[in-house]
C-alpha cells in the first residue's frame, strides 16, 4: 500500500504514460481531466478529503461517480471517463501500490458505433477544389494543402497539426507521421497533395524548418482550425456543416478499399494497431457488396444467367 494522496499518485501515473507509454500531450489532458474529475467527486459527493490515500476507494465510489454522469453526459464520454479510472487502477495494481482493484469488474455503457460521415469520390474531390486567386494569399495555399493531405494521406488531424517540413519528401512523395503513442509510419502522398504543399511553402519566403502548417500569427496551427477550415470549404461547396477531417480520414480508407487496397495496406496507412479498428472505418456499401458478390461468386453468376 501506498501513503501518497490520491492527486500524487493521479500525477504518477500521468508521467508514466508521458515517459514510458508516449502519449500525446491531447491524451494526457484527457487523462488527467477525468481524473481530476473523479477525485473531485469523492471529494465533494463521498466525503472524501484531499489527503485520503488510495486504499479507501471501492467499486461502490466509481459505480457512484459514473452514475451521476448520466444526466449530464454521452454515453461515449462517459465511457471514455471509465476507461481513464479503469487504466489508472490498472497501474496502481501493476505497480502494487493497490491489492485489488475496485474498476475492473464495472461494464462500460452500451454505445452505438459513431462512423463519420463519408464522402463519395465526387463530393471529396469537390471540396479539393480550391479556386487560386492571383493574390498570393498564402492562406489560401495553406488551406488547399490541408484539405488534399487529409484526403491524399488519410491523416488525423492532431498528426497533421504536428506536421514539420522536414517530414515531408519531395523526391521520394512520401510523409512522415508520427501517429498515437508517437509512432512514427510513412505514408504516400498523392502528387496532388505534394504540389500544393509545394506551391504553399514557396508563399513562406524560404521557410526551410520547423512547423508545417502556420496560423495567421506565424505559429504552428491548432487542431480547432483545422477543423474550422475542414467546415468552412464544406459549406462552400454545398456539403453541409458534418464534414469533419475525419469525414476526410474515413472517405480516404473506404475509397481505398472499394478500388480494391488490401485492407492491411489500409490499416498500415491508418496508423491502426488493430485490424477491427480499420474494419470500422472502411465499411463498404451494401451495392458495392453486391456488385463484387455478383461478379465473383459462382453461385451469383449462375443465378443472373438463368
Not at 473523479?38 to 486504499?55: A, P
Request: proline fraction near 2%; charged fraction near 30%; aromatic fraction near 10%.
Amino acid at each position: 500500500m501506498s501513503d501518497k494522496t490520491i492527486g500524487l499518485l493521479i500525477e504518477d501515473f500521468i508521467s508514466y504514460l508521458y515517459y514510458q507509454k508516449g502519449y500525446s500531450p491531447n491524451t494526457l489532458k484527457a487523462y488527467r481531466v477525468d481524473l481530476r474529475d473523479f477525485f473531485s467527486f469523492l471529494v465533494n459527493k463521498c466525503g472524501f478529503s484531499e489527503k485520503d490515500t488510495i486504499d479507501k476507494v471501492s467499486i461502490y465510489e466509481i459505480r457512484s461517480f459514473i452514475g451521476s454522469m448520466y444526466k449530464s453526459y454521452k454515453k461515449t464520454t462517459i465511457s471514455r471517463k471509465l476507461s481513464s479510472i479503469r487504466s489508472f487502477f490498472n497501474f496502481l495494481e501493476k505497480k502494487s501500490v493497490i491489492k485489488k482493484n475496485p474498476a475492473w469488474n464495472i461494464s462500460f455503457p452500451k454505445t452505438e458505433k459513431y462512423l463519420p460521415r463519408r464522402l463519395n469520390v465526387d463530393d471529396a474531390l469537390k471540396i479539393l477544389d480550391i479556386e487560386e486567386d492571383d493574390s498570393g494569399d498564402w492562406k489560401l495555399l495553406r488551406d488547399k494543402a490541408i484539405l488534399e493531405l487529409l484526403y491524399s494521406c488519410g491523416i488525423r488531424a492532431s498528426e497533421l497539426v504536428s506536421l514539420n517540413i522536414e517530414d515531408i519528401d519531395m523526391h521520394e512523395n512520401v510523409i512522415k507521421i508520427r501517429g498515437k503513442g508517437d509512432k512514427e509510419r510513412i505514408v504516400p502522398m498523392g502528387r496532388y497533395a505534394l504540389e500544393a504543399i509545394k506551391k504553399y511553402l514557396s508563399a513562406l519566403s524560404n521557410k526551410k524548418r520547423g512547423a508545417l502548417f502556420l496560423n495567421r500569427s506565424g505559429k504552428r496551427i491548432s487542431d480547432r482550425s483545422i477543423r474550422r477550415i475542414v467546415k468552412k470549404y464544406a459549406i462552400k461547396k454545398g456539403l453541409g456543416w458534418d464534414i469533419s477531417p475525419h469525414s476526410l480520414r474515413h472517405s480516404f480508407a473506404t475509397h481505398l478499399l472499394e478500388g480494391g487496397a488490401n485492407i492491411r495496406v489500409v490499416q498500415e496507412m491508418l496508423g491502426h494497431v488493430n485490424l477491427s479498428t480499420t474494419q470500422r472505418y472502411t465499411h463498404l456499401t451494401l451495392d458495392k457488396l453486391m456488385q463484387v458478390y455478383n461478379r465473383s461468386h459462382p453461385r451469383a453468376k449462375e443465378k443472373r444467367d438463368e
